[in-house]
């Protein structure tokens, strides 16, 4: 489909079933749609080969409607564009990949840096940052310890600055970002950094804006969208009547070649479907008789391709409404997503850090969110403190929120600091936001670019990130049950806000890991916890080290020895300091 780049020329394919007739122009031929007619094919597909042409050609397709009228349209398939509002162009496929072998982590291994390409670094201050810009940045997140960035959507937009969340032409790379070339050399040095890419991708409605999809061929029902939209009740959306029709064979497989298009010719190494909740249903919720069966059929034969093809590439869902249906095998009836977007660990935990008052945040909501698990698996979540959703729309960076215009204060960076010590000790994949290890504030928006001298003046976060990074991948070694399946509450003190936990892959020295969070503002000197082993048992981490900023109060929290006790239902004991609105990462040394 699209435009078919040969050693010849160039072989032109497009779906357009009510055209009456169809031509490529384009300069080449002074936009005269008699010099290069399209030839009918079966089932409304038109074709042509135009010898001569190369990469970089600028073309469109001339249709003319069942009414007479004559349309000109962008290529559904173009794989660039002059713009949003512009022209189709021939585009070279070939890419010189060097030497990438890339490895995917194992999903338990996996910690994700979500970032917006446009404002992650932008250099120049009169245009929005590129993906080449971006790798310049690929050294600071391989030291962060990052291996995964999620790429917020990177399709071609209307103008130069949006989320992305918008396409006008889901197969061509955002020009302002750099275009195909500049994504694929992105994704080259970021696989040489250890870094695996997976993309955002929108497929729960296109458009609105510049959208050459709609009414394609100039049919339409309703005063709908025409072939690729349904024209009906279906078409619905919170971002206008645009769903594309999920039923009709051809745009199903638009979509599914779209997916595996990112996956194949540009090595992603996963993808994340925004919005899937819209796609199953037309309100977005678990209400069955607003159900779109296509819409979850289509999804589930994405997550099998992917699975049967490449089954070390991740996908990942954001539905947000609890369903353990979206991670399920299609064997047991599920959607077959590898993972998804946790609204039961951001919710209550995000509420813990905001509340301002200490007596009104609940340890057994925080204790659900930490073992709320999917189908068993502890990494069919992703869990997060900050996203793109959870830092706009009406929301801030939780810094902000804990203390609106004094972001950078005491009382927010230390329950922000709680709550990154929760994403990187709770089961499931942790994933931070662009800027959160520097303390980015206010809230997010694609004409902000991050202010990248906070990573100077915030670099004791920046090294805390790290070191709980580090402590999440058990890169010291010593840290292995944080990589596991198991999590045990075994201790929830609701009247000083006080909870601990211990993760564990196979248990044992190195293995067990046990954590103690802090969610008041109030110390304790000895504060006494179950432990499942006798023996010296090490603080790996104490979020309130002066070393990681100088407003923290270096609260002695030393290692200590367990004593033989039935304490928290674990058979020994031990008592720790155990500072305000702290977490503390203990274990044992190897045996």
């Not at 291996?147 to 917020?152: K, L, P, S, Y």
């Not at 396409?167 to 302002?176: L, Q, R």
């Not at 997503?337 to 509420?351: E, I, L, M």
């Not at 002695?556 to 977490?583: C, H, I, K, M, N």
Request: proline share 6%; aromatic share 12%; with cysteine.
């Amino acid at each position: 489909m699209g435009a078919i780049l040969h050693e010849n020329g160039v072989a032109f394919r497009v779906w357009a079933p009510h055209a009456q007739a169809v031509a490529v122009v384009g300069p080449f031929n002074d936009w005269n749609p008699e010099a290069h007619p399209l030839q009918h094919e079966a089932d409304g597909y038109w074709a042509a080969d135009v010898p001569g042409l190369k990469a970089g050609t600028e073309y469109k397709f001339w249709l003319k409607a069942e009414s007479g009228a004559e349309l000109t349209r962008n290529d559904p398939y173009a794989r660039e564009v002059t713009h949003s509002a512009g022209n189709s162009v021939v585009h070279d496929p070939n890419f010189d990949w060097g030497d990438d072998h890339f490895q995917m982590p194992a999903w338990n291994e996996l910690v994700v840096y979500e970032l917006h390409v446009g404002t992650f670094f932008r250099p120049d201050p009169s245009r929005p940052g590129s993906f080449r810009d971006a790798i310049e940045k690929l050294d600071y997140l391989k030291n962060l310890g990052v291996n995964a960035v999620e790429i917020m959507p990177a399709t071609e937009f209307p103008g130069s600055m949006s989320w992305g969340y918008n396409p006008a032409h889901p197969y061509a790379i955002e020009t302002d970002y750099g275009g195909p070339l500049a994504f694929k050399e992105f994704i080259r040095a970021a696989h040489q950094h250890g870094i695996a890419v997976i993309l955002d991708v929108v497929y729960n409605h296109f458009g609105p804006g510049d959208l050459d999809l709609w009414q394609f061929d100039g049919w339409q029902e309703n005063d709908g969208g025409g072939i690729y939209f349904y024209n009906d009740w279906r078409a619905e959306t919170p971002w206008g009547h645009n769903r594309p029709d999920y039923g009709r064979p051809e745009v199903r497989q638009y979509i599914r070649d779209n997916a595996l298009l990112w996956l194949e010719e540009y090595r992603v190494d996963g993808l994340r479907a925004d919005a899937i909740a819209h796609i199953r249903n037309v309100d977005g919720t678990n209400d069955p008789s607003r159900d779109l069966p296509d819409g979850w059929s289509l999804m589930k034969w994405i997550n099998e391709e992917v699975h049967a093809r490449m089954p070390w590439k991740i996908t990942i869902a954001e539905d947000l409404l609890g369903n353990d249906y979206i991670t399920k095998t299609p064997g047991e009836g599920g959607q077959g997503f590898s993972t998804q977007w946790c609204s039961g660990f951001v919710y209550p935990v995000r509420d813990a850090l905001v509340t301002p008052n200490d007596e009104d945040r609940s340890m057994p909501a925080v204790a659900a969110a930490l073992t709320r698990i999917y189908n068993g698996d502890a990494f069919q979540r992703v869990v997060y403190t900050e996203s793109h959703d959870e830092v706009a729309n009406g929301k801030a960076r939780v810094t902000e929120e804990i203390m609106p215009g004094n972001a950078a204060s005491w009382f927010p960076k230390k329950r922000s600091t709680l709550g990154a010590g929760l994403v990187f000790t709770a089961p499931g994949i942790p994933m931070i936001f662009q800027g959160q290890p520097m303390l980015a504030d206010g809230s997010f928006s694609d004409d902000q670019p991050l202010d990248w001298s906070r990573e100077e003046q915030f670099s004791g976060l920046v090294h805390l990130y790290r070191d709980l990074i580090a402590l999440r991948r058990n890169q010291r070694g010593t840290t292995r049950g944080l990589l596991g399946q198991h999590i045990e509450v075994f201790h929830i003190n609701d009247e000083d806000k006080v909870l601990a936990f211990r993760r564990w892959d196979q248990g044992g020295p190195a293995d067990d890991t046990i954590v103690v969070c802090n969610f008041a503002d109030r110390g304790h000197d000895a504060y006494t916890i179950g432990l499942p082993a006798g023996g010296h048992w090490h603080v790996r981490f104490n979020s309130d080290w002066a070393g990681y900023d100088e407003e923290f109060g270096n609260f002695e929290s030393v290692d200590t020895r367990a004593e033989e006790a039935s304490y928290d239902g674990q058979p020994f004991a031990a008592a720790f300091g155990l500072a305000p609105y702290s977490v503390l990462i203990i274990s044992q040394d190897p045996s």
